[in-house]
């Protein structure tokens, strides 16, 4: 059988063609450094691939999840060092406060000091992170700590939420990212309501409901000056500007010169003709004030009661006459949800007692009570005040923990987010040795396999030169 022209031309190309594509295929693998360039260089292989790629890719958004939150906690961990460091400030200024030998300027000056320090926490309370609130919870629609007014005093309300954030780091593990604002500025741990001691009001019997502070107002109405007309005795005013509440012993030695309200202090009578005598002023044991005109006295003895008539509000709206006889006086602040019990057999005194529901006020409208203590030194003496400041104290502590406690919960969560991202690196590494010997290409095998193409094609194309040579012969015969 004579092989034609055709069919040589063909069997060259057909060769020419395999070893050229053979060379192409190694110079490929060489520039790329894969060994599987489409599914059909290795099916399995590809499969193989393709499944890892994917789980480099879970991995891959593990971990800038990760990222993200630990930029997140660090940043909430960083601002609450600052509210760590307002509260040792504040509370170095609140000892500076209790010092007697402070003015009344010096205290209104502390006071602006406060007054900055609130709005500092504040702007840490409310700061945000790209569009999250870092201390509302998983509410951002809205500020978490928000100011309202209630009652005419300035207090702070927390509307974000108890909820926490989590990042999803593995396929079954998820991590909480912060931690929510109640549980910092105003985490609770109620002990109990107390009162400061200023009128002599103590606990009723039944519970009571409330958080933070209230202002107990005990107001002096009247007073009943009892059988002081006849020893020619009045009330200076009509007793305008007394403050005692309750009945009251009044003793009154001519012989000694003294005169006696209550327990209160033994007190020197002045003589009728002294300037002090028109308004002599009385203290019983609490401070409750008597202010008496003695310029018509007649030097009798005297033994009697005084009685200061008053009332009483927790609202600053709603007054209740003090019977002096309740041991279980209910009283409401519907407004700011307060509901107190009362005993008022030991009052003795008019006055704004501040109510304290321990273990319960946020840190901003701590430092609102303690600037208001710190600016009422006209209507209390310094140990009151002192008082005050000693009970605002205790809850300032507890307060800061709340804040170092809350740090510390950061602190954990970033290690333990930093712990996952070591985690996740370590398999990612181990994904892409495993994708590396699936896809990969042995470079020196390749750079063989391309010389030894190379060769191959220029040998084919010299056999196949000399093969479809033709001459005159080919066409004799």
């Known amino acids: 059988m004579r092989i034609g022209t055709f069919a040589t031309f063909g069997r060259v190309l057909l060769g020419l063609q395999k070893n050229q594509f053979q060379l192409i295929r190694a110079q490929e693998q060489l520039a790329s450094g894969s060994r599987i360039l489409r599914p059909s260089d290795d099916p399995v292989g590809a499969s193989q691939a ?22 997140d906690l660090d940043t909430a961990a960083s601002s609450l060092q600052d509210v760590s460091g307002l509260m040792a400030e504040a509370r170095e200024l609140v000892l500076q406060g209790m010092n007697g030998t402070l003015s009344q300027e010096d205290r209104e000056i502390l ?47 927390y509307t974000g939420n108890e909820d926490s954030q989590y990042l999803r780091v593995g396929d079954t593990i998820e991590v909480p990212v912060g931690v929510p604002g109640s549980e910092i500025f105003a985490r609770l741990d109620p002990t109990g309501a107390s009162f400061d001691g200023l009128t002599g009001v103590s606990l009723g019997l039944t519970a009571n409901e409330g958080a933070g502070y209230a202002s107990l107002q005990l107001r002096h109405d009247s007073t009943d000056p009892g059988g002081l007309a006849g020893v020619g005795i009045a009330l200076t005013g009509g007793g305008a500007d007394d403050s005692l509440l309750g009945a009251n012993s009044l003793t009154i030695d001519p012989v000694a010169g003294t005169i006696q309200l209550g327990d209160g202090p033994l007190m020197n009578l002045p003589s009728p003709t002294a300037p002090i005598s028109s ?24 033994t009697g009661t005084v009685t200061g008539n008053g009332s009483i509000s927790l609202d600053g709206t709603s ?15 519907d407004e700011a949800g307060i509901v107190l019990h009362v005993n008022t057999t030991g009052v003795r005194r008019a006055g704004e007692e501040l109510v304290t529901f321990g273990g319960t006020t946020n840190v901003f409208d701590l430092m609102q009570g303690i600037s208001d203590d710190l600016r009422s030194g006209g209507d209390l003496s310094q140990p009151e005040i002192v008082e005050r400041l000693n009970q605002r104290l205790d809850e300032l502590d507890r307060n800061h923990q709340n804040v170092l406690s809350g740090l510390g919960v950061l602190g954990s969560r970033s290690s333990r987010l930093q712990s996952s991202d070591g985690r996740a690196l370590d398999v990612e590494v181990l994904l892409q040795s495993q994708l590396s010997d699936v896809a990969d290409a042995d470079l020196a095998e390749v750079a063989i396999d391309l010389a030894r193409s190379d060769m191959i094609l220029q040998l084919a194309q010299a056999s196949g030169a000399r093969l479809i040579q033709t001459t005159l012969l080919n066409f004799l015969g």
């Open 279 to 302: 308004e002599f002023i009385v203290t019983n044991e609490d401070g409750g004030e008597l202010h008496l005109d003695l310029t018509g006295y007649d030097g009798t003895a005297y």
């Open 50 to 71: 393709i499944s890892i790629e994917r789980q480099l890719a879970d991995v891959a958004r593990y971990r800038e999840a990760i990222r993200s939150g630990r930029s």
């Open 111 to 157: 006071a602006g000091e406060f007054d900055l320090i609130r709005e500092q926490l504040l702007d840490i309370g409310n700061q945000r992170s790209g569009d999250r609130y870092l201390f509302g919870g998983t509410e951002s629609s809205r500020e978490p700590w928000r100011e309202v007014t209630v009652g005419g005093v300035r207090r702070v309300v």
């Open 319 to 333: 007054f209740t006459a003090l019977s002096f006889t309740e041991t279980d006086l209910e009283l409401r602040d």
